[in-house]
């Protein structure tokens, strides 16, 4: 199962016997053990049984995330009555990068669509900031001490309130099949079902702007900064500066970004419908957006 994900498209399935050797990697990792229950390094021989029972147990469950055809994270469950217990393991090379949280997320959808536990939980050390973190984010939260642990729980379906720090968010370049020139997006939110919202925050270097395009359900840019441009095809071009809102009614042919000698960054709001939130067209000629603006 295929999700998008702050412009990353990651791919979720079920461990198989090509994963032993990664996971006995990861188990290892000198990081992995300090925050383990057991510290010391896992043997060869004894992590191969481990991981041929766990490929045969009705009752545990290990979902592998791929990224770019390279495994870059684990999420295991394990279920006892209505409980399923829940573990997260990332490579060691991709911490850091924001995947933990929605990894976490889309594994925990993926697993109670099909085994539907009363109650999943966690046991995660007090001075594991990095995976208390995941779980917060997820909507978990503390109940109790376990031996230790802090034990942490979340009903499935429950709806908890989410914080995106910065520091998570992962800038992308525009792909050149859609945009003109330098442009760098961030994602800010992509709203679960019900809604669907999505916003980003499109940093235009000076020159740069957007193919024609359309909307199924409309758009709103808001400028933060700089001086842009923006135009529905055959009305005039329009100026537009920090402070500014923009509203692109829905299907209507348009384009946005950078004025010719000045950057400009601009949030990106709109809606999708049935799965689609934009419909690329034709690249702006450099003739078009060498067109005057009017009235500004």
Sequence with gaps: ??????????????????????????????????????????????????????????????????LGGRAVGMVRFDLEGDVATVSINLDPSQRGRGLGKPILSEAIANYTSKINPELLRALV???????????????????????????????PGEKAMEIVRGTERIARMGPEAYFVGSVT?????????????????????????TNWHTHPLGQTLFVTEGV???????????MIRAGDTVWIPPGEEHWHGAAPDHPMTHIAMQESLEGSEVTWLDPVSDVDYGVSPVGD
Aim: hydrophobic share 40%; net charge positive.
């Design 228 to 238: 842009g441009r923006v135009q529905s095809r055959g009305g005039p071009m329009r």
């Design 1 to 66: 199962m295929a999700r998008h994900c702050r412009g990353m498209t990651f791919l979720l399935r079920s461990a198989d016997t090509t994963d032993c050797e990664v996971l006995f990697r990861w188990r290892n990792d000198p990081a992995t053990r300090a925050q383990s229950i057991v510290t010391s390094p896992v043997p060869w021989e004894e992590h191969v049984a481990w991981f041929e029972a766990t490929l045969a147990r009705s009752d545990r469950h290990i979902l592998m995330a791929e």
């Design 185 to 209: 997006i961030t994602d800010i939110v992509s709203a679960p079902e019900p809604a669907r919202l999505r916003a980003l925050n499109v940093r235009f270097q000076s020159g740069a702007r």
């Design 125 to 155: 050390r007090p001075d594991n900031h990095a995976s208390l973190r995941i779980f917060w984010a997820c909507g978990f939260t503390v109940q109790t001490t376990v031996d230790g642990l802090l034990e942490l729980t979340l009903s």
